[in-house]
């Protein structure tokens, strides 16, 4: 089995990693070796662990590296399966939807929110460029039928023939572009206007005024929409990089850290985990997308949080967890992830927002704790947050059996430190007897890691 070298640095003892491998040391370098040989070659598609795969940046038309100018022909890019990404983003592409581009119209509101700026900025300027130009060519046709730009009825000539004018000061189609920026807009210069001569003239500056306000009004309503939506307050909402699996009152946990980086404070917060894994009922089925809901909580407050400062969110890996069963090896090579949520409302605008990662397998520290980043001020007299220490963990000891090990472990010691009734006798001599001596080192290898 090939180990990456990152993935080893995961583990405490440098031993270890005959024990992952199942060798000696010179065979676990030696495996070390020809997984950096076969890594700097490029091999095409290369599993590594769980969702880890290594894809050959050839130049090919299927390649990563095309179009892409931070590769070179030959090198290797790290592609991790996973649903979330760390910013939030869902990593699914839609693909055979049928009517898409009817259905997204009929809801262009939230088509256009949902836009990049640079399309919603685009699209801002020419509602207001396009309307400009159709309103000037109608206030062109309208003048032109009504023969306002003959000769003797131009401006500088009404004067002396006497002509009444649709509109005044309007002498080609660049003057009925200006009326119409000013109509549409009520600038109102002053110089030119509409007369009583023509209604068409009347009815379109009535229509125009009220198209610019609708207009107006709409385009006002998106750029908002876009600037005060969930997804921009999320961004100052943290996650840290790693989560860690240590130990809290003798019981395995699965913690991982969320921050607030503002002042204003995220009211009625609330933080949710799901699991995703591949799972096979009893009928056979195979669903590889699989989500399990993990009890979390903060201390004792549960899921709901008062959220000041940062908070180390916390797993407790019991009976009930579905990685009861997985210790630091599986941990590494088994595939799934741990997708987090943060809801609340924003106190400053009283809008709901979400925020989300997650962790993959390679992401999870086993035998780490986070470091304190709240430590109270006697100069300010206030706690203050250090969050250059965000994402700081501390190697301690930790069992690498898992958790339903170590509860056979506390069963087998307490077992050793009560006074032996009849039951209990009969229970040890059972429960010994069965024990091989690989399984009896182990047993004790693990009773003498602190606990």
Same mark, same amino acid.
């Given at each position: 089995? %090939? ?23 010179? *065979? ?47 090198? $290797? ?6 649903? !979330? ?20 119209? %009929?809801? $262009? ?6 836009? #990049? ?33 003959? *000769? ?20 080609? /189609? ?60 999320? %961004? ?10 240590? #130990? ?12 607030? $980086? ?20 009893? *009928?056979?089925?195979? $669903? ?31 009976? +009930? ?25 924003? *106190? ?12 993959? +397998? ?7 704790? /986070?470091?304190?980043? !709240?430590?109270? +001020?006697?100069?300010? #007299? ?12 501390? %190697? ?38 069965? #024990? ?12 003498? !890691?602190?606990?």
């Amino acid at each position: 089995m %090939q180990v990456p070298l990152s993935d080893v640095q995961v583990l405490q003892d440098p031993t270890d990693a005959e024990t992952l491998v199942g060798g000696d040391k010179d *065979e676990t370098f030696a495996h070390m070796k020809e997984w950096k040989r076969q890594y700097m070659r490029g091999i095409s598609h290369t599993p590594s662990q769980a969702g880890v795969y290594y894809e050959a940046l050839k130049g090919s038309s299927h390649s990563l590296a095309k179009g892409s100018r931070n590769f070179r022909p030959g090198s $290797m890019r790290r592609v991790r399966r996973r649903a !979330v990404f760390k910013n939030g983003d869902c990593n699914v592409v839609q693909k055979h939807l049928q009517r898409r581009r009817v259905r997204f119209l %009929q809801d $262009m509101y939230t088509t256009m929110v949902d836009w #990049q700026w640079r399309w919603t900025l685009l699209a801002f300027a020419l509602s207001f460029i396009l309307s400009w130009l159709f309103f000037a060519l109608i206030w062109w046709l309208i003048i032109y039928t009504h023969g306002d730009l003959e *000769e003797p009825h131009l401006p500088e000539n009404q004067e002396e023939s006497g002509w009444a004018p649709c509109v005044s000061a309007i002498d080609g /189609f660049t003057s009925c572009f200006l009326f119409s920026i000013e109509t549409q807009h009520t600038i109102g210069y002053g110089v030119r206007t509409t007369s009583p001569e023509c209604p068409e003239a009347i009815f379109m500056m009535c229509f125009q005024s009220i198209y610019g306000v609708m207009s107006s009004a709409f385009m006002a309503g998106i750029v908002f929409a876009k600037m005060t939506r969930a997804k921009q307050r999320a %961004q100052t909402l943290l996650f840290s990089k790693h989560a860690v699996i240590c #130990q809290r009152d003798g019981t395995l946990s699965l913690m991982f850290r969320v921050g607030d $980086m503002r002042k204003s404070h995220i009211i009625g917060a609330g933080v949710r985990a799901q699991l995703i894994r591949t799972k096979s009922t009893k *009928e056979g089925e195979v $669903m590889t997308q699989y989500f399990t809901e993990l009890e979390i909580g903060t201390d004792d407050s549960g899921s709901d949080l008062f959220f000041i400062w940062p908070m180390v969110i916390e797993h407790k890996i019991d009976e +009930n967890s579905p990685l009861y069963n997985l210790n630091a090896t599986d941990m590494l090579q088994d595939k799934f992830e741990i997708v987090v949520i943060l809801e609340g409302t924003v *106190e400053s605008t009283g809008q709901s927002t979400q925020a989300r990662s997650s962790y993959i +397998n390679t992401e999870i520290l086993w035998g780490h704790r /986070f470091d304190p980043v !709240v430590l109270y +001020n006697k100069d300010l #007299q206030a706690y203050e947050i250090d969050y250059g220490r965000f994402n700081e963990t501390t %190697q301690v000891d930790t069992p690498l059996c898992s958790a339903r090990e170590l509860n056979e472990i506390y069963k087998i010691q307490e077992g050793f430190r009560t006074p032996a009734s009849p039951s209990t006798q009969s229970r040890c001599s059972c429960s010994s007897g069965y #024990q091989t001596p690989g399984r009896q080192s182990r047993l004790r290898w693990q009773l003498s !890691v602190p606990l």
